[in-house]
């Protein structure tokens, strides 16, 4: 698997109006304990449900005899804000020491998504002892309040850039949207925003930029073929594939989420989950980038798809896009699909231990 996004727990110090999510915001006293501790009695089990190695086969860059490089993954650790005091200690740092213990050897790269906002030279320091390969900062845009504006961006920026440099890092010497740019040595960091050219610049229709009315995607705008959507989630072999997971172990085969996960980490291996998925024409289209695809064998067609991808949004907006195709088919087709899929692993599982019992 090339890629795996964790979203290690829901809080945030911020709400900002374009954030896809809802769950991302303050909470305080008992709400707060109760999203950390979520995180943190479900990490152990997240992570031991990973893959056991996390490589894969890249076919951007083959070999000269034909043959595919085989080539570390990278785990993003992101929330919310994954560094705030009460999530740093108690679910971020054993998160990465579990992740270094478990993938010890294999070169795994472990980004560290955040604001910006809250970064000290203790925290970088404690990162890069941790052996973080890279700090992504996350809130370059007009809409993270009081970083309005390219001046005030470019402060923020060169304040962390001076900081990190004290500590031995270096940029990242490529867009972020490039997919090269975990090839490079570490420790790095990189900085990135919804800025309107970027490949989130059109907001997805999800969480607050929904209820907003901030999203200016279109039919046009396929988030499933594009970086942090469905493609190639399936082919956990080779470079492209990539999942996102919540703090409760819910597993997406994309960043934007479908409207129900694919499995749970607490419960199921991730290769099972993905596997048992391999070869059913809904996922496929997925897999392919082609939501508007996967009702073809549910009698859905292309042309019904776009028809339920247009809607009305929160602000009483005309507004398409597949994402909301594939939200409808989710809750009127898919349902009993996904339940019927887990409950099949979930026999399969069972009945592994009596098999070998039985054997001995
Ligand atoms: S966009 Fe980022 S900083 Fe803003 S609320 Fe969402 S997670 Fe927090
Ligand atoms: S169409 Fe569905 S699977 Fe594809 S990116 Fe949108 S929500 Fe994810």
Redesign the pocket.
Known sequence: MESIYYVMAWA?????K????DR??PYVRGALEAVVAEAEANYPRIIANLPERLTYFDRDDPNPDGTLPLKPGRIILS???ALLDAVRERVTYRVIDALQEKYRGQGVKIVVQT?GDILTEAIVAELMARGVWMISV??IDD??VGLEGAAKQQAFMDGLSAMFARHGMHRSGVSSTHRKWFEEEGPLYSFFGAQPDSWIGKLWPRGRAWQNGLSGATLDDNFCARWSGGLNFLDHRHSGSEVSIEPDGAVYPCCIKTKLPIGNLTEEKLLDILDSLAGDPIYEAINAGQPQRMGLSQGWSVETFVERSHTTDPKGRPYANLCIGCDRFHEEVLAPRIAAARERRMRARDKAPQAVEFLT
């Not at 374009?18 to 999510?21: A, D, L, S, T």
């Open positions: 945030c110090h911020r709400k900002c374009h954030c896809y999510e991302f915001r929330g919310g804000e604001t996350a809130s809409f993270h």
